[in-house]
């Protein structure tokens, strides 16, 4: 273990990001370029783009239409200095305890290192443990992918339902959708699904239409005490014993059932055995990585068995190419250090504090759903990491939908409502490469190239407004565009497990340069507690267990109206 991180040395009268000079500089520079149109900047500048463009790892950062200049980048330059990024960068990478509240690194880049790195904390070498429980998972899915996995009537597995919520159910959702074009052929067919909601609606339609003596349940909780997924796990338990141990003439055990029908994913070995998950079929993995940050290690068993082993090695890979990137660039040409700053720049100097994520490629369906628990768990804080109450705006609302789509429902409101808001479009530049036969080939290229026209269209018009267009005659007011929302654009060369792996690693870093600046913690998540407390007890009032009189009127009201229906039947 390395020595103590830079950030935990402070008392708790260290000073805020609001006190340095770099963001006091910020605050006056932002006085005149609040003013500043960005067509303006665009014309003051023809070569913005030259100037606000990156490229690493098949990505391409587009940050020209942000509301900057150079100054402004200078400026942010320096405040990223002055709260000591480049530090906290080597203090995240080297395993240092950066998550100070529960006292442990948040080491999810360890689980991309390749084998013949080295990264040792507390005594252990990581990388050997990561490639072992990567080992694992990986003879899991090869069994599955050969058909020798058979459930307990002998039949081979052909599907399998990831139960588990968060961070143990939106990473995977998303890769194993965004890279349904990467399935290995030559493999024994497996479907994998997502069942994460508690009221038990998405379980409830598999388990309609899915055969219990051929379907596998992947229990993924880091915790294991989630109750979302614990209970998910109950009924599907119930489900599968019903079905299956008074299945033909010979009795099959509850002990069997459980074993074939169910993959165990925890830091918590011990609450997976006495769940009843067979030893062998246990993944671990570690308390330092956090559950949003988990898709990487045996978290992402559905990622594996969507699209076979050497593709999940590429997405890592992809992945370790954006974390070598971000330990090794400039601050100036460090991809999510660069979208980090300009995320600053909108929260907290130009007071935009909304923001929308548009992918333009229908794989990329649930990335906004994953980057808003990404961003919003991490970033959502009011108090730094010395315990101080902050009085500056941290993380911003993050919202997205696919942008075509979008543009159909809320663009509306980024054209013309009150709302500033920061957008990040994100495309890839090649599609449909594959598709061999040539009528369908065409119109699919032809497609991708109307999706691409209509991402540049939009960020075109969220800036210029009324300029976008050349004949800007006399309009009535709700037919004008006031531009000037600011956007970053990432184009990826294509959609492949490795330029995947490094776009979300790019977000992940963005959202630790902000909370670095920010100076809070970006991997605990206390905010979600109390709630699940108060769950609790709410559910043994529900069930007559508790008094009603300590609560409020509108909560009384709504139990009161569940126990009339429950009553009436
Ligand atoms: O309650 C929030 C949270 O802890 C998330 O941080 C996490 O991703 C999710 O619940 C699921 O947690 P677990 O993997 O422990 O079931």
């Not at 497996?190 to 379907?215: C, I, K, W």
């Amino acid at each position: 273990m390395a020595s103590v991180p830079p950030h935990a040395t402070s008392t708790s009268n260290a000073t805020t990001p609001d006190t340095l000079p770099a963001w006091r500089a910020l605050k006056r520079h932002a006085d005149v370029q609040k003013t500043v149109h960005l067509k303006t900047l665009f014309k003051q500048d023809p070569q913005r783009f030259e100037t606000f463009t990156r490229r690493i790892a098949g990505l391409t950062l587009d940050l020209s239409k942000q509301r900057w200049n150079q100054e402004t980048l200078n400026l942010l330059l320096a405040l990223a200095e002055e709260a000591k990024v480049p530090e906290e960068i080597d203090a995240l990478l080297s395993g240092q305890r950066v998550n100070t509240s529960e006292d442990r690194p948040a080491l999810h880049t360890a689980l991309r290192l390749p084998m013949e790195a080295s990264l040792t904390v507390d005594g252990e070498d990581v990388v050997a443990g990561v490639h072992e429980s990567l080992a694992q998972m990986e003879r899991l899915v090869e069994r599955l992918h050969a058909g020798q996995w058979r459930g307990a009537t002998g039949k081979p597995i052909k599907d399998v339902v990831n139960l588990g919520v968060g961070g143990s159910d939106l990473g995977p959702l998303m890769v194993t959708h965004a890279l349904a074009d990467f399935r290995p052929l030559e493999v024994h067919p497996v479907e994998v699904h997502f069942a994460s909601t508690m009221d038990g609606s998405q379980l409830a339609d598999y388990l309609s239409r899915l055969n219990p003596e051929t379907t596998l349940f992947v229990l993924s909780s880091k915790s294991f005490t989630t109750i979302d997924t614990l209970s998910n796990a109950n009924t599907a338990r119930d489900w599968l014993l019903a079905r299956l141990t008074r299945h033909g003439a010979t009795p099959i055990s509850a002990e069997l059932v459980v074993r074939q029908h169910f993959i165990g994913v925890s830091a918590c070995p011990e609450k997976m055995s006495e769940w009843g998950i067979a030893p062998a079929h246990q993944l671990r993995f570690w308390e330092w990585v956090g559950g949003r940050y988990s898709l990487w290690g045996t978290i992402g068993l559905p990622i594996a068995l969507v699209v076979g082993v050497a593709h999940f090695r590429a997405l890592l890979a992809g992945a370790h190419a954006m974390d070598r990137h971000f330990q090794s660039a400039p601050l100036a040409d460090n991809l999510p250090v660069m979208l980090a700053l300009a995320g600053i720049w909108n929260v907290n100097f130009l007071d935009i504090r909304a923001h929308s994520i548009l992918p333009y490629d229908g794989r990329l369906e649930y990335f906004a759903a994953y980057l808003e628990q990404l961003e919003m768990e991490s970033n959502g804080k009011s108090v730094t990491r010395h315990g101080q109450a902050i009085d500056y705006s941290t993380c911003p609302v993050l919202w997205g939908q696919l942008g075509p789509n979008a543009q159909h429902a809320f663009y509306q409101l980024l054209h013309q409502g009150t709302q500033p808001v920061e957008c990040d479009f994100i495309a890839p530049l090649k599609r449909y490469d594959e598709v061999t036969d040539p009528e369908t080939h065409r119109h699919l290229k032809a497609q991708h190239k109307l999706s691409l026209a209509n991402c540049f269209a939009q960020s075109r018009v969220l800036m210029l407004g009324d300029d976008a267009i050349d004949d800007d005659g006399p309009r009535p007011a709700h037919k004008r565009y006031r531009g000037n929302q600011p956007s970053s654009t990432v184009l990826l060369d294509q959609l492949t497990p490795a330029t995947l792996g490094a776009l979300i690693a790019l977000y992940e870093h963005k959202v630790f340069v902000q909370a670095v600046i920010w100076d809070i913690n970006p991997f605990d998540q206390w905010g979600v507690e109390l709630g699940k407390k108060i769950a609790t007890d709410t559910q043994k009032i529900l069930d007559h267990e508790g008094s009603l009189a300590p609560m409020d009127a509108s909560t009384r009201g709504l139990i009161e109206a569940f126990w009339a229906c429950e009553k009436g039947g």
